[in-house]
């Protein structure tokens, strides 16, 4: 099975922000360089996030999306919109300590985002496109390539993110 996984585009929140289920709109420039950029096969299915900054990318793209909420990124709770330097340092500090089952903000913790996207992944039927964020870009990476969820939610921890907006992945 082939998935292509491509990454929203630059969402419209200020540097430094925390965000991950907040339903940011992108800027219609970032769309546009996004769609200029993707070079994808016709004729796959596509699947999206629900969240607009997934969902307009999608749109443009085919008529027939699937949205999927497991696909939507990790929820951080009270961290959600806040600065990540006025977040106590306790707080950052507890999760990276237990980053596969802290809540940040007593939102999700990486397992149970883990947990729904090996759900997802485990339903597809065969090639997709999949329109996601770089939190689920990596759990999907780790679910392709065999792992079971609490190894999934452990790789994806541990590995720093270098996804940049609008680009592909394919698996």
Sequence with gaps: MKLIL??????????????????????????????????????LPIYSSPLRRCAELAARLSADVIHDARLAEMHFGAWEMQPWDAIPRADIDAWAADMVHYRPGGGDN??????????????????????????????????????????????????????????????
């Design 110 to 171: 990486v397992l149970h985002m883990a947990e729904r996207i090996a759900a997802f992944h485990d339903e597809l039927k065969g090639d997709a496109i999949i329109i996601c964020h770089a939190g689920t870009m990596r759990l999907l990476r780790a679910r392709h390539a065999g792992l079971p969820p609490a190894e999934m939610a452990l790789q994806a921890a541990q590995t720093a993110h270098q996804i940049p907006y609008g680009s592909t992945l394919t698996l």
């Design 6 to 43: 491509v990454r929203h585009p630059q969402p419209l929140v200020a540097p430094g922000v925390c965000y991950g289920s907040t339903d940011l709109a992108v800027a219609p420039e970032q769309l546009e360089r996004t769609l200029a950029a993707l070079q994808l096969p016709a004729g």
